[in-house]
T-cell receptor, first 114, second 108 residues
């Protein structure tokens, strides 16, 4: 079975631009969560969606938004990019609605803002 | 103070050694605890959950001390394939907090 997939794998953007990252969960998983991992740090929770509804939100500015589609795939949008947004963006899926359950991570999208 | 703190290491140990990592957390209301493993330039993967009574999975043993607000991971008989970064994760009210990780290198 396919694992969590993310696209694109790498992305280079300029300050002030907008970016959309995409994630497809494992088949049958209804929960998708997003994390930002800066080099040398652990992942930081951004959002969780379950059954197309936002279930949790981390401490990120309103420039970050997300949504989940009827097929449970998800998009993370970041507006007005800053240099500090450069990071690995990880998507994770799980069958259950709470982050308490095992999260299966995708390979990530590496975003570089110049 | 960070919500989840880990010694970044690196821990460099020979094959067959026993190594232990600790992780402290600041929120006494934290509900659940996990260890994830992350290989270099790869995604994190769940290693094990940490139960109040402590739990073991093969060569790996996890312990929780709620009074002192720390969790630990013990790896016995280290293998070369154990080389990775070990992330401590604390869950509370549908929020996951990851530590920065402890890097382990097992050498022949």
């Amino acid at each position: 079975d396919a694992g969590v997939t993310q696209s694109p794998t790498h992305l280079i953007k300029t300050r002030g631009q907008h970016v959309t990252l995409r994630c497809s969960p494992i088949s049958g998983h209804k929960s998708v969560s997003w994390y930002q991992q800066v080099l040398g740090q652990g992942p930081q929770f951004i959002f969780q969606y379950y059954e197309k509804e936002e279930r949790g939100r981390g401490n990120f500015p309103d420039r970050f938004s997300a949504r989940q589609f009827p097929n449970y795939s998800s998009e993370l949008n970041v507006n007005a990019l800053l240099l500090g947004d450069s990071a690995l963006y990880l998507c994770a899926s799980s069958f259950q609605g709470a982050l308490l359950y095992e999260q299966y991570f995708g390979p990530g999208t590496r975003l570089t803002v110049t | 103070r960070k919500e989840v703190e880990q010694d970044p290491g690196p821990f460099n140990v020979p094959e067959g050694a026993t190594v232990a990592f600790n992780c402290t957390y600041s929120n006494s209301a934290s509900q659940s605890f996990f260890w994830y493993r992350q290989d270099c330039r790869k995604e994190p993967k769940l290693l094990m959950s940490v139960y109040s009574s402590g739990n073991e999975d093969g060569r790996f043993t996890a312990q929780l001390n709620r009074a002192s607000q720390y969790i630990s991971l013990l790896i016995r008989d280290s293998k070369l394939s154990d080389s990775a970064t070990y992330l401590c994760v604390v869950y509370n009210n549908n929020d996951m907090r990851f530590g920065a990780g402890t890097r382990l290198t097992v050498k022949p």
